[in-house]
Every structure is written in structure tokens, then in C-alpha cells.
């Protein structure tokens, strides 16, 4: 089955980059998403790439993609304490009914000391 | 623009009482929809999709129900909760041309 996985905690300096990253296992997935959720709050959609794109840039946001490795990444630049949050990868992909589901990780806890 | 409304944002529950919660999307037209939930420790855990109106497939056998009366309205529901139905839910959309989720701001149920 499909599965994503991620580290559950990331701690930086205010200032510093943060790096999270995600593996997956479905060679399918079509979309990958980056989602930030603060405490007691929904999911804010951050980014998405497409699975046959390698890089994408979005101001402080800078995503990953290694289709072959199944690895993506979600780098912020300047982190600040605001981006303290819980962060999730989430993988698109076609199931065998013919829809199209959304999995997700577990999420990083990122942890921004001032 | 596309908005998702759900409600309610807090509830708490006795055992053995119905649940229903209600999620509409506005500005999209025939929307996949989905319900999770997130628990403790704080995977989201799908419970179920809808692509079309009355289109509803489980994820999980579980004491819920949805269902999906018009395009743009996705209810969760169930005739008597259990105290293991406490958690955050979270509904859902996702466009047919764009390639983006959107999710609400979620329901923290807290059954007692």
C-alpha cells in the first residue's frame, strides 16, 4: 500500500534554514503537497509540485523532488518563529477504483528558538 | 474564489449521542470531497471520499457515516459515538482542473 513517512520533530535557529523531509512509496503518486497546520487549526496548503518536476520556488519555500530516490524535501529559508507549526507530505496517486486519494505522513513537529 | 466552510469548530458529545458534521464548499462545481481524522498522534487517518453526489467509499470500517446529499456538501455522521470517536476532523476538497487540496479549519470533538 501507499505509505509516507517523515521525521517528527525538527528544531532551528530563527534565522536559520529548516530542511524537512518526506519519503513515499508509491511510484503512481501524480502530486506531492506540503501542508502547514498550527495549533487547533486545519491544514494550510504551503506548495504542491508535480511529480515530473525536480525544484520548485516559492519566495522563502524551496521543494525537492527525487522521483527516483521517492525522497522530497521542503526547505524554508530565514526560519522564522512564525513558521513554528507541524508540517505534512502528502502524496496524490490513483487507486485501483479509479479516484484519486491524498496520503499523508505523520508531520514534523518544526520547533523555531529564538 | 473556492472556500470550505465546516461547523461546527468545537463539540462535545455524550457517549451514545448522534453526531453530524457538516462541511460545504463554495465557488467549485463537482469537487472530490473527503473527511479525516487526525488523533493523538497526529497522522490523518482518511475516513472517507465522495466524488460525486451520493458517490460515498469507506476507508475504514468505524462506527461514522457520510454522505453527500448535494455537490458541494459532505456530512459525517453517526447514530451513537463512542468515546474512541474523539478527535479533530478535518474535511477536504479537492478541484478537478487545479491540483490543489484545501482543507477547513476542522472540528475538535471531544466525546465524554
Known amino acids: 500500500g501507499e505509505d509516507v513517512e517523515q521525521s517528527l520533530f525538527l528544531s532551528v535557529r530563527e534565522g536559520d534554514s529548516s530542511v524537512i523531509n518526506c519519503t513515499y512509496t508509491d511510484s503512481s503518486s501524480t502530486y506531492l503537497y506540503w501542508y502547514k497546520q498550527e495549533p487547533g487549526a486545519g491544514l494550510q496548503l504551503l506548495t504542491y509540485?508535480?511529480?515530473?518536476?525536480d525544484m520548485k520556488q516559492d519566495q522563502r519555500l524551496t521543494v525537492l523532488l527525487n522521483k527516483k530516490d521517492k525522497h522530497l524535501s521542503l526547505r524554508i529559508a530565514d526560519t522564522q518563529t512564525g513558521d513554528s507549526a507541524i508540517y505534512f507530505c502528502?502524496?496524490?496517486?490513483?487507486?485501483?477504483?479509479?479516484?484519486?486519494?491524498?496520503?499523508f505522513g505523520k508531520g514534523t513537529k518544526l520547533s523555531v528558538i529564538p | 474564489s473556492q472556500t470550505i466552510h465546516q461547523w461546527p469548530a468545537t463539540l462535545v458529545q455524550p457517549v451514545g449521542s448522534p453526531l453530524s458534521l457538516e462541511c460545504t464548499v463554495e465557488?467549485?462545481?463537482?469537487?472530490?470531497l473527503y473527511w479525516y481524522r487526525q488523533a493523538a498522534g497526529r497522522g490523518l487517518q482518511l475516513l472517507f471520499y465522495?466524488?460525486?453526489?451520493?458517490?460515498i467509499s469507506s476507508e475504514v470500517p468505524q462506527n461514522l457515516s457520510a454522505s453527500r446529499p448535494q455537490d458541494r456538501q459532505f456530512i459525517l455522521s453517526s447514530k451513537k459515538l463512542l468515546l474512541s470517536d474523539s478527535g479533530f476532523y478535518l474535511c477536504?476538497?479537492?478541484?478537478?482542473?487545479?491540483?490543489?487540496?484545501?482543507f477547513g479549519q476542522g472540528t475538535r470533538l471531544t466525546v465524554v
Open positions: 465557488g467549485t462545481s463537482n469537487p472530490n
Open positions: 477536504a476538497w479537492r478541484g478537478l482542473v487545479k491540483w490543489e487540496a484545501f
Open positions: 465522495s466524488v460525486g453526489i451520493g458517490q
Open positions: 509540485i508535480f511529480s515530473n518536476m
Open positions: 502528502a502524496e496524490l496517486h490513483l487507486t485501483g477504483a479509479g479516484s484519486y486519494q491524498l496520503t
